[in-house]
């Protein structure tokens, strides 16, 4: 039975539309600046922000006085990266678009960025294709990526313990793996380079962070709304003990590291 991409994609856009993500992407607004100075974003460039969410990416960058443009196919995210561009006077020209099908000329940017977003589009192929597509020859594709390894990694396969994945879809993760991505950029980038960090992460407990997370995260909500009533407990319980087991806090509070990779390549 082949993969029907175009639902498993239609479903994605649904949940990444539940919950509250703009709460859960506090957590990833560091990232941003680490990903525009690992490409070197000039003043004047022209920036593209692919699957930008509220749009961490696009503000760090045009703090730097670039020409930026965020892109997303969650119309409610690009609404709050809006408002945030308007609070601190920025001007983004924001789109809605698919990183797998990105309505922009080829070459059209000096570089092309996507932090904890492009990589959890279900056709990974067509995602590494559009990347380059639209960057200019010799203009710098960068990603942030979650890597095979670490606390994410972990719930994403707690995540599929209980609500597993179509078969034969690659995981999201892959695009923390070397291997794979050079498999994914093969003929299209030269210079490419991994540089792997962690990201330490807080809440009040263990207890607080299943809460949080069922309540505004996608992915777990929507896992959780899946299961019946003893599922759900079951499921609860596995992320508690998930973050239990990574906490690295001794006062009562969570504390956990995630793990990422820091892609960049000069498009061919």
Known sequence: ??????????????????????????????????????????????????????????????????????????????????????????????????????????????????????????????????????????????????????FLADLFKTIASHVPPPEGLKGPMLWGDEERVRELFDGKVSDLSFTYGSLPQHFISPDHYVDFMLTNYGPTLKAFESLNPERRELFAADIAALATRHNRATDGSLTYDSNYVIVVATNR
């Open 1 to 150: 039975m082949s993969l029907d991409l175009a639902e498993i994609k239609t479903r994605q856009q649904v949940m990444w539309s539940s919950g509250n993500y703009a709460k859960v992407a506090w957590f990833t607004t560091p990232l941003a600046d680490l990903l525009c100075e690992a490409v070197e974003v000039r003043p004047g460039s022209n920036v593209l922000d692919v699957a930008s969410g509220t749009g961490h990416v696009a503000l760090a960058a045009a703090r730097r006085f670039a020409h930026v443009t965020s892109s997303d196919y969650v119309p409610s995210l690009l609404e709050v990266g809006r408002a945030r561009a308007v609070a601190e006077l920025l001007e983004i020209t924001f789109a809605e678009a698919d990183a797998e099908n990105l309505p922009f000329k080829d070459g059209s940017f000096d570089f092309v960025l996507s932090a904890i977003g492009a990589m959890f589009a279900p056709n990974q192929e067509k995602v590494a294709s559009e990347l380059t597509r639209v960057c200019r020859v010799g203009g710098r594709v960068g990603m942030i990526n979650w890597t095979l390894t670490g």
